[in-house]
């Protein structure tokens, strides 16, 4: 599948349009169209900041963590400790950019654009420690500010769409939401050619895991990833979810989205045969415990409403063995 941006529209409940998919670029420009902020910050510096205070923030970035993201950070401790620091680091700026927009009580627009602005400072601002270890990891590893832009942009698509027409559409999110978390992770950890197409299926696998076990939440908030393609597959529409219709319909749909994300797993994993040896377990148990919320879904006969689907500590431990024989499977990375 292309993974440039898709020209079909995202819909509203009624059928009304509400925008399109644009590239990261213009995402970003009609972000900071909405206010009256420059979309790209000037080159003044704030002064160097001391190493414990670069320290204290990673550890920071360590909390967020464990208080947040429960799977991640159960499978990340089987990083090295650099790796394991940089990769925590971006997943708690990726945490707080989504927080922004979902948390935000007032005009989220504005509170994405100024965050942005401050993504983009040449040094970060000092009071702020997930931009100051963030600032760190990018500079450390020279990650792609394309990249950081692209998933930027997909944040800033949850402001202006809550509908996609097709599964074509929504990819396009989950590659910038989740895929690019993915790329941005090997650009730490380091990867042999030819792994980024893996990376960016587990991505989309990931973020089609969270859609369905967050339907509910999502609803809440007047939100429907759902395809409406999908949706009319099996006689619903984007009302019957903000409605919380669980019925036979809705069950069927789960089943099949349900699929779609365990193809997408099972394609991913060979990729991980091409990261380092000292990550791949790492990965390799982030995809097959986060992958095993689609059974606990299964489980609660797809009620995606009133049940989190979630793995306990201990589930996630039996899981190991199996995982760490999976993939000696795929061999040694030279």
């Given amino acids: 599948m292309s993974l440039n941006p898709v020209t079909s529209l995202a819909l509203g409940s009624a059928g009304s349009l509400i925008t399109q998919p644009l590239p990261a670029e213009e ?6 169209h909405l206010t009256d902020l420059a979309p790209h910050a000037g080159h003044d510096e ?17 909390r967020i963590i464990r208080r947040h993201s429960k799977s991640f950070y159960f499978s990340s401790q089987f990083l090295a400790p650099e790796t394991r620091r940089a990769v925590r680091a971006l997943y708690a700026f990726c945490r707080t950019t989504d927080d922004i927009v979902d948390l935000a009580e007032r005009d989220p627009a ?3 654009a100024t965050w942005v602005h401050q993504v983009r400072t040449v040094r970060p601002v000092a009071h702020n420690p997930v931009l100051l270890a963030w600032s760190d990891t990018r500079a450390r590893y020279a990650l792609n ?31 910038r939401v989740a895929s690019v978390v993915g790329l941005l992770v090997m650009g730490i950890t380091g990867h042999q050619a030819g792994a980024e197409p893996f990376a960016i299926k587990l991505g989309v696998a990931l973020q089609l895991t969270n859609i369905l076990r967050d339907v509910g939440e999502d609803a809440r908030r007047g939100r429907v990833y759902l395809p409406q393609e999908d949706l009319r597959r099996f006689g619903l529409t984007a009302d ?15 089943r099949f989205e349900v699929a779609r994300a365990h193809r997408l797993y099972d394609e991913s994993w060979p990729g991980i045969g091409l990261l380092p040896a000292n990550s791949r377990f790492a990965i390799a148990a982030a995809s ?4 095993g919320i689609l ?3 299964a489980a609660n006969e797809y009620d995606a409403y009133t049940r989190r689907a979630h793995l306990t500590t201990r589930e996630k431990l039996v899981q190991l063995p199996q995982i760490w024989f999976a993939t000696r499977r795929l061999g040694v990375v030279k």
Wanted: aromatic share 14%.
């Fill in 288 to 291: 097959r415990i986060y992958r």
């Fill in 27 to 32: 995402q970003l420009a009609q972000l900071f």
């Fill in 295 to 297: 059974d606990k879904l």
């Fill in 145 to 175: 500010p394309a990249l950081v832009d692209e998933l930027l942009a997909g944040v800033a698509m949850d402001l202006t769409i809550n509908r996609y027409e097709s599964f074509a559409d929504l990819w396009l999110y989950c590659y």
């Fill in 110 to 112: 504005r509170a994405l």
């Fill in 240 to 254: 019957d979810i903000l409605a919380g219709v669980f019925d036979a319909r809705f069950k069927a749909l789960m």
């Fill in 46 to 62: 704030w002064p160097p900041h001391p190493p414990h205070a670069t320290a204290e923030a990673y550890a920071e970035c360590e």
